[in-house]
């Protein structure tokens, strides 16, 4: 139970490399916070930052009111899940989950306490004379959770654990890894390059990208109102279509037109545009799949497409359309009767039409 | 044999039953001439008084030539045999069978040899029964060996792995480990004659009041000293020797450890840091265990060329001054007393107490590949 406060993280190795920079984020207590972004952005570096495994170049990284930018991996009293779940090959399973705690000294009985108690959540009694090695890659991912729950210690560090999982067990011990945080009540830092997982898991999720903090927000935030481009394309699967298109005002409203058709804003949304003084610019017209709508059997006049793949996933259908300048994607209802082919009429919703700037990227309706 | 069998279909059954004779009198005849071309031509070779030069090469051309020869004519010879079951059942001592041939005359043949020769007398004429056991365990002199023989093992074996571990894991990851690592390794390509010379000088002794040419010495007398006798001050001379085999020795295990240190996952080690481990807690309960089947192969390989040195205490000291071990004491016997039932007797029981350790030695090798 922690909360933890990193001002001004930078990281730079030796060659020169500068792998994260001025990372600002503050960790509440018992907050599920997830670093995600594409590989090489730095997220592991940062969690590895907070365990002690690699120095902090420059910046100040406090767990509760303690400085500890040089002290030891040992003296945090942090738990690290690794991706190969890094277990001690040669010690058994009880052996692995008790390891942390013989180290501390702690009473034979109690040590057998906490490995009980742990292999019961966990599911882990009858393995506890095992070694590693003939234990399944779910089992072994257990372990290491067990050798972090039986420390109770002040944060959780995960560094990608359900990457080596295979799909089905993944979904399920993501639910897991949920529970576990809502009863032990414990800050999580978890690492991932799975948007999902970071939407399913996060209480807060840090978005990174070439080692700097593109947002840190919800997930309902980060989906909602994406800071950037990067982060609209990041979060969200099938992701969100982009657009070329112009800003243009016809009676006191503002349209965004692209190629073969136009988006409608709601009036706030005008307003802010109106305010910044936006309109006539060109910008990125952003779009989620799941924001279009789709009516068959109109061929002719703007926001006309053409439906040219259609992907059927069962609870709902991905349809390919173009309207002039590439395609984009729409998630519609798979009862909605449409062929590769067709003419069909698109509507963007108003209120989930996202807007960027074409040089910064940087969101204009925030 | 592939050609054979499509050749063979080409032709009809009569042809093939009237070639039978034909070949089998050609598959014998071409090894009886290979094994006749080759013994003449070595005959030939041991004759002739020809430059040196131009014999090692011509000999060098009809071994490795006459090697081909032997496989190929004798694997004709196989193949003509009529039936295939036959044919698969000699197939592999064709090829199995030379080196299997060269194993046993130069291996199994000598150990028995000695053994037999252990129960006879100097000049292996009387039959003696036990006599040189009975001496090999009562004798003075050879129990002095013996005693010299197990410290031997147990200090050389243990400082060098310890001294190579040790280094294994200071150098690790310093700026200049790969120099470093060389230069420690470097002794191991000096032979021990070699570096038993060179040591030799280090401890020379030159009796105070003149000019000392030992570098050990040159210390001590510098420092204000009398001059040390290295070899010859009892019981420590052994362990002065025992110093060369350690310098040869640390190296070699250095390498074996500091490789097998690298190749424990920095996962693990990250892990145990973060679980609370210090160090040195990190060294002893997860690289030392992790690398063990390591240090137990490196140990064994120190511990059976232990139970062989002769060459350093045959070089330093002779053997004189209570430094003899068993395997020197082997070698005199049969060098300088030519008494070859004692030297037998003596190479019985080396290679005897060698066989726990390749026991232990196989066993766990098989544990290690089992929990691949």
Redesign the interface.
């Known amino acids: 139970m922690a909360s933890l406060d990193l001002i001004n993280i930078n990281k730079v190795y030796p060659n020169g490399f500068h792998a994260v920079h001025d990372v600002n984020v503050k960790i509440e207590d018992k907050e599920f916070i997830v670093l995600v972004g594409p590989s090489g952005c730095g997220k592991s570096t940062v969690l590895r930052m907070i365990?002690?495994?690699e120095d902090i170049s420059s910046g100040e990284l406090y767990i509760d009111e303690d400085l500890v930018n040089d002290m030891?991996?040992?003296d945090r009293d942090?738990?690290?899940v690794?991706?190969?779940y890094?277990?001690?090959?040669?010690?058994s399973i009880y052996d692995n989950i008790s390891?942390?705690l013989k180290?501390?000294k702690m009473s034979k009985q109690q040590i057998k306490e906490k490995v009980e108690e742990a292999a019961k959540i966990l599911g882990l009694e009858e393995l506890l004379d095992r070694k590693p090695?003939q234990l399944s890659g779910g089992q072994r991912q257990r372990v290491a959770l067990g050798?972090a729950i039986v420390?109770d210690p002040k944060v959780f560090l995960m560094d990608e654990p359900l990457s080596n999982l295979d799909a089905k067990l993944r979904v399920q011990t993501r639910a897991e890894l949920s529970k576990l945080h809502q009863n032990l009540a414990t800050t999580f830092i978890y690492v991932t390059h799975d948007q999902t997982e970071a939407m399913t898991m996060g209480t807060r999720i840090v978005v990174l990208k070439d080692g700097y903090v593109h947002q840190v927000a919800d997930p309902e935030t980060l989906y909602d109102k994406p800071a950037n481009q990067f982060v609209a394309s990041f979060i969200g699967s099938p992701q969100m279509n982009f657009m070329d298109a112009h800003l243009e005002e016809e009676n006191g409203t503002v349209k965004v037109k692209c190629e073969g058709g136009y988006a409608q804003l709601s009036p706030e949304k005008n307003n802010v545009l109106k305010q910044a003084n936006y309109a006539k610019k060109d910008v990125v017209f952003g779009i989620r799949p799941e924001h279009i709508q789709v009516t068959p059997g109109e061929s002719s006049g703007e926001n006309v497409a053409k439906v040219e793949v259609t992907e059927l996933l069962g609870s709902e259908t991905n349809l390919f359309l173009n309207m002039g300048s590439g395609p984009f994607i729409a998630r519609v209802d798979p009862e909605l009767d449409v062929k590769v082919g067709d003419q069909v009429k698109v509507h963007f919703v108003e209120e989930k039409v996202h807007l960027f700037d074409v040089e910064t990227e940087e969101a204009l309706l925030k | 044999m592939l050609k054979n069998n499509t050749s063979n279909s080409t032709l009809s059954l009569l042809e093939r039953v009237a070639l039978v004779p034909f070949r089998i009198t050609a598959s014998v005849i071409v090894p009886v001439i290979t094994l006749l071309i080759l013994y003449y031509g070595f005959m030939f070779l041991r004759a002739s008084d020809a430059n040196k030069l131009v014999i090692v090469v011509v000999a060098l051309m009809i071994g490795i030539g006459g090697v081909w020869a032997l496989y190929y004519s004798t694997n004709l010879f196989v193949e003509s045999l009529l039936s295939d079951r036959w044919k698969m059942l000699i197939r592999p001592f064709v090829f199995v069978g030379p080196a299997l041939a060269v194993l046993f005359f130069y291996l199994v043949f000598p150990v028995i040899r000695s053994a037999y020769l252990s129960f006879f007398d100097r000049t292996s004429t009387n039959f003696v029964g036990f006599d040189n056991y009975i001496f090999a365990f009562t004798d003075p002199a050879m129990s002095q060996a013996a005693i010299n023989s197990i410290l031997w093992m147990i200090i050389v074996t243990s400082l060098s792995v310890g001294f190579g571990l040790l280094i294994a894991i200071l150098v690790e990851s310093i700026r200049y480990e790969k120099l470093v690592k060389s230069l420690i390794f470097m002794p191991m390509a000096i032979s021990f004659v070699g570096a038993s010379v060179i040591w030799r000088f280090i401890y020379a002794f030159v009796p105070a009041g003149r000019d000392q040419i030992g570098m050990l010495n040159a210390v001590v007398v510098w420092l204000g000293f009398e001059p040390v006798g290295w070899l010859i001050n009892q019981p420590w001379n052994n362990f002065m020797l025992m110093v060369v085999l350690i310098w040869l020795q640390t190296g070699f295990a250095m390498v074996l450890l500091s490789s097998a240190i690298k190749g424990v996952?920095q996962?693990?080690i990250?892990?145990?840091?973060?679980?609370?481990?210090?160090d040195v807690?990190v060294f002893f309960?997860?690289i030392i265990?992790?690398i063990?089947s390591t240090i137990v192969t490196v140990s064994t390989t120190i511990l059976i060329l232990t139970l062989k040195i002769f060459d350093i205490v045959w070089v330093m000291t002779n053997g004189n001054y209570g430094t003899e071990v068993v395997a020197s004491r082997m070698i005199k016997e049969i060098a300088r007393f030519r008494d070859f039932g004692r030297a037998s007797t003596i190479a019985v029981i080396l290679l005897l107490a060698t066989i726990p350790i390749m026991y232990y030695n196989v066993k766990r090798f098989r544990e290690t590949e089992e929990?691949r």
């Not at chain 1, 890094?86 to 010690?91: E, F, G, K, S, T």
């Open positions: 365990a002690g495994l030891p991996p040992k942090i738990a690290m690794f991706q190969n890094a277990l001690y090959p040669h010690m390891f942390g180290l501390r090695r050798r420390r | 996952p996962e693990i990250e892990s145990a840091q973060i679980d609370g481990a210090n807690q309960r997860i265990p992790t063990r929990t």
